[in-house]
């Protein structure tokens, strides 16, 4: 039997494989960075805050750890979920500002009464 390179030895289990998941074996899902996002988690937060100014009375200054440990959002191999909050939160009206007092981008929140 003549010796087949390891090329071609490759290429034959790749059309098996190929040719398997043809023949009805289910598919992997694939996971996206959507997957970490918990959109109840902005509307929580929404309900229970409101944006302010630095220096408005019961003002809490919110920079990026503390965000991230709000929303249990931390980097993974996707990507960043911080980013997903972050833009659902700007759309009701949170805006990340510079804190003088510490020269950090961060949100500045009240508690709703």
């Known amino acids: 039997m003549p010796r087949r390179k390891r ?3 490759d290429d034959d289990w790749d059309d098996e494989q190929s040719s398997e998941s043809l023949q009805g074996e289910p598919e992997v899902a694939k ?4 997957d970490f996002y918990i959109r109840e988690k902005v509307a929580a937060f929404v309900r229970a805050y409101a944006p302010c100014s630095e220096g408005d ?3 809490e200054q919110l920079d990026e750890a ?13 990507g960043d ?7 659902d939160l700007k759309m009701a009206d949170f805006r990340m500002e510079m804190s003088m007092a510490t020269g ?10």
Request: net charge positive.
């Open 7 to 9: 090329k071609q030895m």
């Open 31 to 34: 996971v996206s960075l959507a």
């Open 57 to 59: 009375p019961g003002y």
């Open 66 to 78: 503390r965000l991230r440990e709000i929303f249990k959002a931390y980097v993974c191999g996707l």
């Open 81 to 87: 979920p911080l980013n997903l909050y972050i833009e």
């Open 104 to 113: 950090e981008p961060c949100l500045f929140v009240r508690r709703k009464q």
